[in-house]
């Protein structure tokens, strides 16, 4: 599966927009993109997937650039209960059993703050 | 509610001591994986389960064993537990077909002394 990039950490205000950004510049065009995060040591939970278009659910918004090589997830109005580290994962769904592993990488450590 | 159980959440038990660390899961997913998390190390997986009777190992499955007898239970097992497995466990689960999402347990976390 294809690395990913993600920065360290980042701060956003209670209410406003986080945007967390990706860079996954060595993704085929069997693999997808996937976010997922983690507050503090509690089960990695599912956010959202997208392939090539831009994808919305009741959690996030994922923008993936034309050229795939990058993408951004969204969450339009961060609450203190986000924070969170947040991971984007390219996964290649039609690999067998090997679709099923997640690699996860070191993550976005986001702090949503008051 | 669908969910990925996993007991005992917490565990101190001494070197050699064999322990089961249960798991399961109430979506009739067919597959189902373990995955340890250690600081600097992130989530690695341990063995998984494509469906019953049917396992695999992963890319850390040295000291554990799994077993797959119902679709709906993943024990781990470490039958002689020593310190460095000292850990965070999660147990996962996913419907076979491609691109579904996969659920992560609560986790279980292992003190080995």
């Known amino acids: 599966d294809a690395k990913t990039t993600q920065p360290p950490s980042m701060d956003c205000a209670e209410g406003r927009a986080a945007n967390l950004p990706c860079n996954h510049s060595?993704?085929?065009?069997?693999?997808?993109v996937y976010w997922y995060r983690q507050i503090h040591s509690q089960g990695p939970q599912y956010i959202i997937h997208?392939?090539?278009n831009n994808e919305t659910n009741e959690m996030a918004s994922l923008i993936i650039t034309e050229d795939r090589k990058s993408s951004t997830l969204i969450l339009p109005h961060a609450t203190l209960r986000d924070t969170a580290v947040y991971y984007c994962?390219?996964?290649?769904?039609?690999?067998?059993?090997?679709?099923?592993?997640?690699?996860f990488g070191k993550g976005t450590k986001l702090s949503v703050i008051p | 509610e669908a969910q990925v159980t996993q007991n005992p959440r917490y565990l101190i038990t001494v070197t050699g001591k064999k322990l089961t660390v249960t798991c399961s899961q109430n979506?009739?997913?067919?597959?189902m994986s373990w995955y340890r998390q250690d600081p600097g190390l992130g989530l690695r997986q341990i063995y998984y389960?494509?469906?019953?009777?049917?396992?695999d190992k992963g890319d850390v499955p040295e000291g554990y064993k799994v077993s797959r007898k119902e679709k709906r239970n993943f024990p781990l097992i470490l039958e002689s537990p020593s310190p460095n497995q000292t850990s965070l466990y999660f147990c996962?689960?996913?419907?076979?077909?491609?691109?579904?999402?996969?659920?992560f347990g609560e986790g279980s976390w292992l003190t080995v002394v």
């Open positions: 996962a689960s996913s419907l076979r077909s491609s691109g579904n999402t996969i659920y």
């Open positions: 997208g392939l090539k």
């Open positions: 389960s494509m469906n019953v009777e049917v396992t």
């Open positions: 979506m009739n997913h067919e597959y």
């Open positions: 994962i390219v996964r290649n769904v039609h690999s067998g059993a090997g679709s099923y592993q997640l690699t």
């Open positions: 060595t993704i085929s065009g069997n693999e997808y």
